[in-house]
């Protein structure tokens, strides 16, 4: 790129939205200066992949996190299926509502 910055992925946190909701909002993890680039959502019967881009400068930056939020629409609803970082494979965890349940003993979260 011209502008002395190139793209790289950005780390998702956790999403947040119920069953029945069609919108997700996505936190991601950026350092100060990185700036958004682009998202891709790749909808399956099983997951939702969701992969974020942002441009970096090159060299250096500092090493501290911050927290950013954007929203996606999905195609329909999100039901059961998971939502995973197209960019790690990994899980994203939904984000605690005050309406769950609290954890369990000896559970998930404990």
């Known amino acids: 790129m011209a502008s002395g910055r190139f793209r790289v992925p950005a780390r998702i946190d956790a999403y947040d939205a119920e069953p029945v909701d069609r919108q997700l909002r996505i936190d991601y993890v950026t350092r100060p200066s990185h700036r958004f680039d682009s998202v891709s959502v790749e909808e399956a019967q099983e997951a939702v992949e ?41 899980v994203v965890p939904r984000l605690r509502s005050p309406m769950d349940p609290p954890p369990q003993p000896g559970g998930p979260g404990t």
Not at 65 to 72: K, Y
Request: hydrophobic share 45%; charged share 15%; with cysteine.
């Open 50 to 90: 969701i992969a974020i881009v942002v441009t970096a400068p090159r060299g250096q930056t500092r090493a501290a996190g911050h927290m950013h939020s954007l929203t996606v629409v999905l195609a329909a609803p999100l039901g059961d299926r998971r939502v995973i970082d197209a960019c790690t494979g990994s």
